[in-house]
């Protein structure tokens, strides 16, 4: 069973609540690290409980094996990755463990979104690229997600972020050859970008494509990141948010924040 975290919820709490263990819960939820971080929002497997999900969409029952990823199942399955980690109510789509139970939507219920033609001169944004492997840079990051309805600090928080992450280099591969583009996007959300990119008519290591996938995760499976970004005022917060709750590197880096600042106070001049 899954359920979504409340406001004021605590995991003993939840524990209490369905008769379970503090202990079992974070067995069944590998990506809670902290018992004391929990976030309203979220959604929790249950252990124990009837397999079953708040609202539950028709679909195929799938028990989650090692080794898989939801990218991989939903190639089995047909159906978009992001699909199945909206209708189970996964925020992050690189977090599935073995035994994890899933319901995997019917083709049918998931049509997917017509292509759109990508203008080869970036639209709005001044010289931003549609061609495959060509470098952008922060005040192109910048203007694009002011255009998306973000601020100039929030914005420029991205910014400072794709500078650590590829210095805005869409051909970008590291990790051993697991994350790509941008954003270094790892494993599913690699395949996932480039699937996307190019079933809406952009080069999959386009800076342009890319950009607009990575706000299409922001308004998805991203939305959590989303919200944070949103909530911050100034730069450096927006760059420690989209880093903290976005990009979530290993070691989180005051750097990028500080960069952030540094975009911001250039794209004013």
């Known amino acids: 069973m899954a359920i979504q975290i409340r406001r004021g919820d605590t995991l003993s709490g939840i524990a209490a609540r369905y008769g379970t263990t503090v202990a079992?819960?974070?067995?069944?939820?590998p990506q809670i690290k902290n018992p004391n971080l929990i976030y309203a929002g979220d959604w929790l497997n249950?252990?124990?409980?009837?397999?079953?999900?708040?609202?539950?969409?028709?679909?195929t029952r799938y028990t989650v094996r090692r080794g898989d990823t939801l990218s991989a199942i939903g190639a089995r399955y047909g159906v978009s990755y992001m699909e199945i980690a909206r209708v189970n109510h996964i925020a992050n789509p690189n977090l599935i463990y073995p035994g994890q139970q899933l319901v995997i939507p019917t083709r049918s219920n998931t049509p997917a979104p017509a292509p759109t033609p990508a203008p080869s001169d970036g639209g709005s944004v001044s010289g931003i690229e549609n061609r495959p492997g060509v470098k952008g840079n922060a005040q192109q990051v910048i203007q694009f997600f002011m255009a998306k309805g973000l601020t100039r600090a929030q914005a420029a928080g991205i910014a400072g972020n794709l500078l650590y992450e590829s210095n805005f280099n869409p051909s970008a591969v590291g990790?051993?050859?697991t994350s790509f583009g941008v954003a270094q996007w790892h494993l599913g959300r690699g395949d996932?970008?480039?699937s996307w990119t190019t079933s809406?008519?952009?080069s999959s290591t386009s800076f342009q494509g890319q950009l607009e996938f990575l706000w299409y995760e922001l308004n998805h499976s991203e939305s959590y990141a989303l919200s944070k970004l949103r909530a911050t005022n100034n730069p450096y917060d927006a760059g420690m948010a989209f880093q903290r709750y976005f990009e979530r590197p290993a070691q989180i880096n005051p750097?990028?924040?500080?960069?952030?600042?540094?975009?911001?106070?250039?794209?004013?001049?």
């Open 175 to 177: 990790d051993g050859g």
């Open 255 to 269: 750097a990028r924040g500080q960069a952030a600042q540094r975009f911001y106070n250039e794209s004013l001049s």
């Open 192 to 194: 996932a970008m480039k």
């Open 200 to 202: 809406h008519g952009y």
């Open 24 to 29: 079992a819960l974070m067995k069944a939820n």
């Open 46 to 59: 249950i252990p124990g409980q009837r397999d079953t999900f708040e609202s539950t969409p028709s679909g």
